[in-house]
């Protein structure tokens, strides 16, 4: 009887079928280093079909499968568990699957396959004049398919929402092989369950998206970026709020903090960007036109502010802000917590935030979309394993009217936790879907959803 490699090399040929543990350890490991484990192999289909025959294959041999896009996910969902002596599951690349149709200009809308990068599907719609409106700092690894299975944010979600809001269909192989298709483009379709819109934030658990149908939005130039400093994230939060009352529209707002400016200067080199030190900064991008420059100029706070208005200088800007994760990362493994509140409760979580991470004997550092309520807490200084430092933060965001997960999604990293976010009876309705669509369990087992104790 042939072996599962001998299989899966049937199905996507030996040189997509990665065995060797030097060339595996790039797609086992994430993007934090601290999600790791093993897998049988690395299997890298080149179509739909492919990845039907392959999934066709693992599920007639009841392997569990990984899928991953970009390996750019920050809670874990994208890598296997487990050690060398419990290697079991077989990863599932979809980066190949690099499908890119003309644009649809009539419709506003274009066909892309999972592996197509974010930075690649902005600028094939750039190129027709219209706008992808999911853009992250991860855009040149980060992929259509892991950013619907993440239902990804970024920085455009103020302005067009996260990723299933641009979503109306996807084309997608289940835990049993047969696809599913909704490539069509129709605006209108109430013909029954919307699957597209359950596979989005889905985390590979209930599904494997192998292209979409995306919906595209006029290009809108950015007249003005403006960059902040203010004494706390109340005082960003209600600058933001005084710009938006008198601006045509914000695009982008995001917060970041003195400890986390210094990280991003001692790795990238880059000056102080105001002329004063602030605890903190607020950082917008506004567009559309209009004569509100001055009253925007006599705003508190904007007086120091620096502005800009082309690329060259907003892009300078925006590295501050940009390069947190990477600068995070060269001062230690994080533990990577994404938290989103009611605007109204913000500024009391982050008042009480310093105790609580203080009292585990590390530091936060505090960015995020603060546009979108969002606050990323990274924490450094508790060992990757060590999980006390996670759950005092989701109990004290729990407490303050918050979500453990904003953007990124579940993963393996916060699945223990997920009843601080959702009721019993939604964790059951989940359940429910999962095991009627994926019975034997073999996709993405232990993401989102934690192992029931026996
Ligand atoms: P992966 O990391 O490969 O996988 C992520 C999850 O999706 C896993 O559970 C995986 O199993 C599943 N998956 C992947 N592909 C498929 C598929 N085709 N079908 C089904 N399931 C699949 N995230 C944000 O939301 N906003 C940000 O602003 C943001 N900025 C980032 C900046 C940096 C520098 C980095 C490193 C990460 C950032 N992220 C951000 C996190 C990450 O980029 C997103 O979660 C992104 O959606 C992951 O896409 P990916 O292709 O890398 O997916
Ligand atoms: C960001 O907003 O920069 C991302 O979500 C990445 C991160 O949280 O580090
Ligand atoms: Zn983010």
């Given at each position: 009887?042939?072996d599962?490699?001998?299989?899966?090399?049937?199905?996507?040929?030996?040189d997509?079928?990665?065995?060797?543990?030097?060339?595996?350890a790039?797609y086992?490991?994430?993007?934090?280093?601290?999600?790791?484990?093993?897998?049988?192999?690395?299997?890298?289909?080149?179509?739909?079909g492919?990845v039907?025959?392959?999934?066709?294959?693992c599920?007639?041999?009841?392997?569990?499968?990984?899928?991953?896009?970009?390996?750019?996910?920050?809670?874990?969902?994208?890598?296997?568990?487990?050690d060398?002596?419990?290697?079991q599951?077989?990863?599932?690349?979809?980066?190949?699957?690099?499908?890119?149709?003309?644009?649809?200009?009539?419709?506003?809308?274009?066909?892309?396959?999972a592996?197509?990068?974010?930075?690649?599907?902005?600028?094939?719609?750039?190129?027709?004049?219209?706008?992808?409106?999911?853009?992250?700092?991860?855009?040149?690894?980060?992929?259509?398919?892991?950013?619907?299975?993440?239902?990804?944010?970024?920085i455009?979600?103020?302005?067009?929402?996260?990723?299933?809001?641009?979503?109306?269909?996807?084309?997608?192989?289940?835990?049993?092989?047969?696809?599913?298709?909704?490539?069509?483009?129709i605006?209108?379709?109430?013909?029954?369950?919307?699957?597209?819109?359950?596979?989005?934030?889905?985390?590979?658990?209930?599904?494997?998206?192998?292209?979409?149908?995306?919906?595209l939005?006029?290009?809108?130039?950015?007249?003005l970026?403006?960059?902040a400093?203010?004494?706390?994230?109340?005082?960003?939060?209600?600058?933001?709020?005084?710009v938006?009352s008198?601006?045509?529209?914000?695009?982008a707002?995001?917060?970041?903090?003195?400890?986390?400016?210094?990280?991003?200067?001692?790795?990238?080199?880059?000056p102080?960007?105001?002329?004063?030190?602030?605890?903190?900064?607020?950082?917008?991008?506004?567009?559309?036109?209009?004569?509100?420059h001055?009253?925007?100029?006599?705003?508190?706070f904007l007086?120091?502010?620096?502005?800009?208005?082309d690329?060259?200088?907003?892009?300078?800007?925006?590295?501050?802000?940009?390069?947190?994760?990477?600068s995070?990362?060269a001062?230690g493994?994080?533990?990577?917590?994404?938290?989103?509140?009611?605007?109204?409760?913000?500024?009391?979580?982050?008042?009480?935030?310093?105790?609580?991470?203080?009292?585990?004997?590390?530091?936060?550092?505090?960015?995020?979309?603060?546009?979108?309520?969002?606050?990323?807490?990274?924490?450094?200084?508790p060992?990757?394993?060590?999980?006390?430092v996670?759950?005092?933060?989701?109990?004290?965001?729990?407490?303050?009217?918050?979500?453990?997960s904003?953007?990124?999604?579940?993963?393996?990293?916060?699945?223990?936790?997920?009843?601080l976010?959702?009721?019993?009876?939604?964790?059951?309705?989940?359940?429910?879907?999962?095991?009627?669509l994926?019975?034997?369990?073999?996709?993405?087992?232990?993401?989102?959803?934690?192992?029931?104790?026996?």
């Amino acid at each position: 009887m042939r072996d599962l490699i001998d299989e899966l090399t049937a199905v996507a040929g030996a040189d997509n079928v990665l065995t060797s543990p030097d060339v595996t350890a790039g797609y086992t490991a994430d993007w934090t280093r601290r999600f790791q484990g093993v897998a049988r192999c690395v299997v890298r289909p080149r179509d739909t079909g492919q990845v039907a025959a392959v999934i066709g294959v693992c599920a007639n041999r009841g392997v569990p499968v990984v899928p991953q896009g970009g390996n750019t996910g920050l809670v874990g969902g994208g890598v296997p568990a487990g050690d060398a002596a419990n290697a079991q599951g077989v990863v599932i690349s979809l980066r190949r699957l690099r499908r890119l149709d003309p644009v649809d200009t009539l419709a506003s809308q274009v066909t892309a396959g999972a592996g197509v990068t974010i930075a690649a599907l902005r600028e094939h719609a750039a190129n027709a004049g219209l706008e992808y409106g999911v853009d992250l700092a991860s855009r040149d690894s980060a992929t259509v398919g892991g950013t619907i299975a993440t239902n990804a944010g970024g920085i455009l979600t103020v302005r067009y929402g996260h990723t299933r809001a641009q979503l109306l269909g996807v084309e997608a192989v289940l835990a049993d092989g047969s696809v599913i298709s909704r490539l069509g483009g129709i605006h209108s379709d109430n013909s029954g369950y919307e699957l597209t819109q359950l596979l989005a934030g889905s985390e590979g658990t209930l599904g494997i998206v192998t292209a979409a149908r995306l919906r595209l939005h006029r290009a809108e130039p950015v007249s003005l970026t403006v960059l902040a400093g203010v004494p706390d994230i109340g005082a960003a939060s209600a600058l933001l709020a005084e710009v938006r009352s008198l601006v045509p529209a914000v695009r982008a707002a995001e917060y970041f903090e003195a400890a986390g400016l210094t990280l991003v200067r001692r790795h990238t080199g880059l000056p102080a960007p105001l002329a004063a030190d602030y605890p903190a900064f607020l950082l917008a991008d506004i567009t559309g036109s209009g004569d509100y420059h001055e009253r925007l100029a006599s705003l508190p706070f904007l007086t120091d502010a620096s502005v800009a208005v082309d690329s060259q200088a907003r892009a300078a800007l925006w590295a501050y802000r940009e390069r947190h994760t990477e600068s995070i990362s060269a001062a230690g493994i994080p533990h990577k917590l994404d938290l989103a509140f009611p605007p109204a409760r913000i500024a009391a979580f982050r008042a009480d935030l310093d105790e609580v991470v203080t009292d585990a004997g590390a530091q936060a550092i505090v960015f995020g979309h603060i546009g979108a309520g969002n606050l990323h807490v990274n924490v450094l200084g508790p060992d990757p394993d060590d999980d006390a430092v996670d759950e005092a933060v989701f109990a004290l965001a729990a407490a303050h009217g918050g979500t453990i997960s904003a953007e990124h999604g579940i993963g393996r990293a916060k699945a223990g936790a997920l009843h601080l976010s959702r009721t019993p009876a939604e964790i059951a309705a989940m359940r429910a879907i999962k095991s009627g669509l994926d019975p034997a369990g073999l996709l993405n087992p232990g993401v989102l959803l934690a192992p029931v104790s026996s």
